[in-house]
């Protein structure tokens, strides 16, 4: 059932973004652009979707985290992990054969930009939409669940820890999402699972009970019995949120726009230094981290 009967009359414009694999510093630097150019607009309702995957193995790291004791340098060093630091709160993320996904909006016709989980539900049920699709039967975590199980290492996992909305299937996490928001819009990010490798993210994180992180933590493989292509979801993805929305997408790309340029300089400047949250958003002092190549914080989901 879609959630809006007619959207005829409304003035907000939905663009729809699908890239290819890119690093980590450039995939958190457009979250950051979107957010910003809707930020700025705010007599001008839009909201972006878009659906990304990564180059290689990331770990993103929440706003807050530090690296000493979050990440298993080594490790990730020695098996060519990158590292990049969100723009938004919550714990670590391995990023490796999934899809993400990304809402940037200052619409208040669609969402409740003031209520923070009413909007991850409303984003949450959409999603859900096109799970149903594939065949899936997911639900939304009715609470937060932290399992008791899990040793304290593990509670720098995303994944490890289940937040009201966030989308389970057969009791295991699916999806881990997390929020930024500014006065005017918010952007939400999240990670959908194709595959899920609880030893390389127990590694990574300096986690010796990966067999708990395994109980807690499910992927579309898993859940389906095959893995599906990244076209594949997106495509019931894609439909799920015009279905439930009552919208139709316009398809736009970053590549040649004045916003990948913005993008490509803040990647450099800023996300390619995991430390950049110490100086209050520029590059840190301490050096560049990657192994490889007046807003808010809010819900610690990824």
Known sequence: MSRLEDSS??????????????????????????????????????????????????????????????????????????LVRRITGGKAVLHDR????????????????????????????????????????????????RPAALKEKSSSACFAISHHYEILCRGRKLVGSAQRRTKSAFLQHGSILLEFDPVQLANAISCQDHLNLDLQVTSLARCLGYTPTPAEVMAHLQKAFQDFFNIRFELIGMSGSPLQDVAEKLSRSKYAFVDWSRSAGTTASTGRMSLGGSQQHQRPGM
């Open 9 to 82: 009359l409304t003035p907000g414009g939905w663009k729809l973004i699908l890239d290819g694999p890119n690093a980590g510093c450039y995939n958190m630097a457009v979250d950051e652009v979107l957010l910003n150019q809707v930020s700025n607009q705010a007599d001008l309702p839009v909201t972006y979707v878009r659906f990304f995957q990564w180059d290689k193995a990331t770990l993103s790291l929440g706003f807050s985290q530090k690296v000493a004791r979050a990440v298993n340098l080594d490790f990730c060093k020695r098996k060519k992990i990158d």
């Open 98 to 145: 999934e899809i993400t996904y990304s809402v940037v909006s200052n619409d208040p016709y669609f969402f409740p930009l003031r209520d923070i989980v009413e909007t991850y539900k409303l984003i949450a049920l959409a999603l859900r939409l096109g799970f149903k699709a594939m065949g899936l039967d997911t639900q939304l975590a009715s609470r937060a669940i």
